[in-house]
T-cell receptor
């Protein structure tokens, strides 16, 4: 079993819909949680960075962390075709700096 | 977010030659930089962690003599692929850590070895 599980998709939604992404993990020592967006042939772009449990909102993006369930989510409101990309969750322990990534979910927002 | 650049963005070389890739943090100082490799439709694979002024720490299975890493300053790390072969063809991405927090990634370098 992988340390971080993420559904590879593809997840196809109509423009304007809410995109819901999630990751589960097994390492209870993970304290920092990130979501990255990666377009084809580009480097990942940091979207959200959160510490421990709770919610964080930034524009159209909301990140949720539930440490008790070892489950994190990213919601994208009012999705646009430009949101079509691969979304990677990543996490790390408090003491280290090495990131553990999920496999990525490919999202397609159709006009 | 912070800006990390990589150069070159794309390189094609002959088998047996060496290729150097530069990674720069443009608007912050990064004591730690990371080098990743990504295969098509796969997630990122960490190759090594680079700390300014000290030797890089390589992940298991990554040949340190093949992938030379130098972190000469707080804003620059380089990866040199020595004696490149076709199996080294890949997408190489660096990241830089701001303080003890977020990691910001460069745009990546596509290496093709003929």
């Amino acid at each position: 079993q992988k340390e971080v599980e993420q559904d590879p998709g593809p997840l196809s939604v109509p423009e304007g819909a809410i995109v819901s992404l999630n990751c589960t993990y097994s390492n209870s020592a993970f304290q920092y949680f990130m979501w990255y967006r990666q377009y084809s042939r580009k480097g990942p772009e940091l979207l959200m960075y959160t510490y421990s449990s709770g919610n964080k909102e930034d524009g159209r993006f909301t990140a949720q962390v539930d440490k008790s369930s070892k489950y994190i989510s990213l919601f994208i409101r009012d999705s646009q075709p430009s949101d079509s990309a691969t979304y990677l969750c990543a996490m790390r322990e408090a003491a280290g700096n090495k990131l553990t990534f999920g496999g990525g979910t490919r999202v397609l927002v159709k006009p | 977010g912070a800006v990390v650049s990589q150069h070159p963005s794309r390189v094609i070389c002959k088998s047996g030659t060496s290729v150097k890739i530069e990674c720069r943090s443009l608007d912050f100082q990064a004591t730690t930089m990371f080098w990743y490799r990504q295969f098509p439709k796969k997630s990122l694979m960490l190759m090594a962690t680079s700390n300014e002024g000290s030797k890089a720490t390589y992940e298991q299975g990554v040949e340190k003599d093949k992938f030379l890493i130098n972190h000469a300053s707080l804003t620059l790390s380089t990866l040199t692929v020595t004696s490149a072969h076709p199996e080294d063809s890949s997408f190489y991405i660096c990241s830089a850590q701001r303080g003890l927090g977020e990691q910001f990634f460069g745009p990546g370098t596509r290496l093709t070895v003929l």
